[in-house]
């Protein structure tokens, strides 16, 4: 069964800086592309982040460039630095594999709640 894990989220003032990180479990995600979604409430699951499979390519919503950065390790974590946050960044955070474009798979983890207070 594959399963996605993301951690990290948490509640932290305007313009403070969290990391988050996606582990995946029952299959290996070491060549596909993963990308970060975001869902707040009352509105739909967007896209913020995503990563090639060899890391060498990265794309990002116009709403967190500069803010944030996509990253992962040897051991395929996928990360999401989140830098100079904004109370409109609160939402719940997910990982999922995804297209550098922004279209993700049906896998879907829990998520982590990300809280940013003004």
């Known amino acids: 069964q594959v399963q996605l894990v993301e951690l990290g989220g948490g509640l932290v003032q305007a313009g403070g800086s969290l990391r988050l990180s996606c582990a995946g479990s029952?299959?290996?995600?070491?060549?596909?592309?993963m990308g970060w979604f975001r869902q707040a409430p009352g509105k739909e699951r967007e896209f913020v982040a995503a990563?090639?499979?060899?890391?060498?390519?990265t794309n990002y919503a116009d709403s967190v460039k500069g803010r944030f950065t996509i990253s992962r390790d040897a051991k395929n974590t996928v990360y999401l630095q989140m830098n100079s946050l904004k109370p409109e960044d609160t939402a719940v955070y997910y990982c999922?594999?995804?297209?550098?474009?922004?279209?993700?798979?049906?896998?879907w983890g829990q998520g982590t709640q990300v809280t940013v207070s003004s």
């Open positions: 990563i090639s499979w060899g890391g060498s390519s």
């Open positions: 029952g299959r290996t995600f070491s060549r596909t592309n």
């Open positions: 999922t594999p995804s297209s550098l474009n922004g279209s993700p798979s049906d896998y």
